[in-house]
């Protein structure tokens, strides 16, 4: 992820994600609550619960991504 940005908060309606950090710090938001997740640390999100990653560092960050069931059309935006 690109420094200094962050998604548009957004829900799944119906897969999970799990994240895992393998560079950097990334800062996620999940139903209003911030988490820090360090390199070598995971986060899964469940289903219907609004979230967003942001990058506040000046470096690119990394991380594995990986959605069951397919993330085919399962993204809403939050406004």
Known sequence: MLAETEEV???????????YRTKGTAIFEVDEVILMIDQGEGLQIEAGRRHRVMNKEQTVIEFIVCAQPSTTADRYNRV
């Open 9 to 19: 908060l957004h829900y799944h309606k119906l897969h999970h994600r799990v994240f």
